[in-house]
């Protein structure tokens, strides 16, 4: 098994550029640091119709109301609160192409950054993005993964969703292809799908589904501080 | 002055299960405009019912716990958001978005 840079073709070179732009990488700081409500809010404001902060700030009053300032954790500092707003009314001011590619880049560069933080990971070096994997004697997948970790022992593949629509048939049977594949040339190979949305909308959605699944990490937006861990190996949690 | 929610809500007589039942009219709304994706109907249909169980249990368990008027405000600001959302696609994805910010209001895990 091994990693390859996914071929530049016209749509990764756009999407690169995407990824490129300050937005997107101060967006996905605030957010790894952020707390569970905070990244709720977010998601919703880059992807709302408002771009007017008080309008948000009404709707989040444990963020922004008196009940903030006594909460522990990033949820009860309201410096930060209001720098994830405006971060992600920043993005919702775009187009409405272009804030679609721009939220997908932000979910991604969060995950990277996460999964960077893990132990073992041997620094950003050992975290990639749009990366292909190889097996011997199988056609490789068209589609890059979103992240992977590169480090030895302990590789990943991660691929990233906006919300819970986004998860298919397809999406989860490459993943599982790639873990079976991996497994055949006796590398454990950790397959995640992340998707910036809550638990509840993932399971209706994967309740539709029949592609196998049970092999696959799920870690919705509860749980994405669970990307800094240690690598948990194996069965849908 | 500080506010102090619950003498708010002893004097107003607000209590979680009204600020529930405001919200509740524009997230079936909000159901509305995203079953205009005729092939994500019933998609939609157990999203919203999936959500709706979760805002039941707040209800029953907290319904009949005072609450402040900010948390009114949070609901009518809440619904106007909604309201304003005209593409189905991006009401699909409300239907999850929706709750999730009525219940970090009411200071509930999604």
């Known amino acids: 098994m091994r990693f390859q840079d996914a ?11 995407i990824q490129a732009e300050p937005l997107v990488a101060r967006a996905a700081a605030l957010l790894a640091d952020a707390g569970p409500d905070q990244r709720v809010l977010a998601r919703a404001a880059m992807n709302g119709m ?29 410096a930060r609160s209001e720098a994830i707003l405006a971060a992600a009314l920043e993005v919702a001011e775009r187009g409405e192409q272009v804030r679609s590619q721009v939220r ?8 990277a950054i996460l999964a960077a933080r893990r132990r073992g990971a041997t620094g950003d070096s050992a975290i990639r993005r749009e990366r292909r994997i ?3 004697g199988v056609r490789a997948e068209i589609h890059p993964y979103d992240v992977t970790v590169e480090t030895p022992g302990a590789e990943e593949a991660l691929d990233c969703k906006w919300g819970a629509r ?27 799908l992340v998707v ?14 029949t592609a196998p699944r049970s092999a696959t990490r799920f870690v919705t937006i509860e749980t994405l501080d669970d990307l800094a861990g240690d690598r948990i190996a194996g069965a849908e949690r | 002055m500080a506010l102090d929610p619950a003498r708010d809500a002893r004097l107003t007589g607000l209590t979680i299960a009204a600020v529930l039942d405001a919200a509740r009219p524009a997230y079936d709304r909000l159901l509305e405009r995203a079953e205009e994706v005729e092939d994500e109907w019933s998609y939609d249909n157990d999203l919203a019912e999936a959500w709706r169980t979760r805002l039941d249990e707040v209800d029953t368990a907290r319904g009949g716990d005072p609450a402040g008027p900010e948390l009114m405000a949070a609901v009518d600001a809440l619904g106007r958001e909604a309201d304003a959302i005209d593409d189905p696609h991006r ?18 895990r999604p």
Do not use: K
Request: glycine share 8%; proline share 5%; charged share 25%.
């Open chain 1, 7 to 17: 071929a530049p073709d016209a749509r990764a070179v756009v999407y690169a550029g």
């Open chain 1, 50 to 78: 408002s771009t007017d902060a008080a309008t948000w700030q009404a709707m989040a009053p444990t963020l922004f109301g008196d009940a903030a300032a006594g909460r522990p954790g990033p949820d009860g500092d309201r």
């Open chain 1, 104 to 111: 997908g880049a932000i979910v991604e560069s969060l995950t």
């Open chain 1, 134 to 136: 190889l097996f011997d």
């Open chain 1, 166 to 192: 986004g998860i298919s048939a397809d999406v989860l049977h490459q993943l599982d292809d790639a873990r079976t594949h991996a497994a055949d040339e006796d590398v454990d190979l950790t397959v995640t």
């Open chain 1, 196 to 209: 910036f949305d809550a638990r509840r909308s993932c399971d209706v959605r994967l309740a539709r589904e």
């Open chain 2, 91 to 108: 009401a699909i994805d409300w239907l999850s978005t929706f709750p999730q910010l009525l219940l970090v209001a009411l200071g509930e």
